[in-house]
């Protein structure tokens, strides 16, 4: 059956420091992978997606990146953290023409 | 950016009544699906509909597409306190690669 792994499910990172979150998926072969930002009480914001092992589009102007080094794995990166990097991060893949399955979510605050 | 529009943002019903939510998109789609989110988890998909499907039903889940109107509405009938949860549409838009956008979601409270 298809899964997705997510982790950390929470984080407290200093300003500064640097990010990675990663997330695995099994069941599935070349999945479409996304990565979403989500603020208390709103929307998914778009930030990431993959078709393809090192193929990432990005939506969004930000102080984050995205790797594929794997087919089936989707990393989250900063070198240095701001305060505004603050949120509800959620790995997905699936989502064209299917349904899209998603992570428990990574709640990160950044102080 | 944000494709679809839910609206109302936020719903208060009593238990067993019927809670209606729309969604509104800006492009043509390939498809349009409806998930649900408890408070600080993952979305779980609640349902799909093409195109070329104009209603879908899924147990308590009443879902139409109206694409001359670029709208959907998701009904959940005869409510219950479990059905409190966030819930939101999203595209898969056509000639947009493969991203799957969402709205700003419903927040649904069912009161007992």
């Known amino acids: 059956s298809q899964t997705i792994h997510q982790w950390p499910a929470t984080l407290v990172q200093p300003v500064g420091s640097p990010l990675s979150l990663e997330c695995t998926v099994e069941?599935?072969?070349?999945?479409?992978l996304y990565w979403y930002r989500q603020a208390a009480g709103r929307g998914l914001q778009l930030l990431f997606y993959?078709?393809?092992?090192?193929?990432i589009s990005s939506e969004v102007p930000q102080n984050l990146s995205a790797s594929r080094p794997q087919d089936r794995q989707f990393i989250l990166s900063s070198k240095k953290l701001l305060l505004s990097d603050s949120g509800f991060y959620l790995c997905?893949?699936?989502?064209?023409?299917?349904?899209?399955?998603f992570g428990q979510g990574t709640r990160l605050t950044v102080v | 950016s944000q494709q679809g529009e839910e609206d109302p943002q936020a719903l208060s019903i009593q238990e067993g009544e019927n809670a209606t939510m729309n969604c509104s998109y800006k492009?043509?789609?390939?498809?349009l699906q409806w998930y649900r989110q408890n408070s600080g988890r993952g979305l779980v998909h609640l349902i799909l509909?093409?195109?070329?499907?104009r209603e879908k039903h899924s147990g308590r889940l009443r879902v139409t597409l109206d694409t001359s109107k670029k709208s959907s509405s998701l009904l959940i009938t005869a409510s219950r306190a479990a059905d409190t949860a966030s819930y939101f549409c999203?595209?898969?838009?056509?000639?947009?690669?493969?991203?799957?956008?969402f709205g700003g979601g419903t927040r649904l409270m069912v009161k007992p």
């Open positions: 997905a893949f699936g989502g064209r023409y299917i349904e899209a399955f």
């Open positions: 069941g599935t072969s070349n999945p479409n």
């Open positions: 993959s078709v393809g092992i090192g193929q």
């Open positions: 492009t043509s789609i390939n498809n």
């Open positions: 509909i093409r195109s070329n499907e």
């Open positions: 999203a595209t898969d838009a056509y000639n947009a690669g493969n991203m799957l956008t």
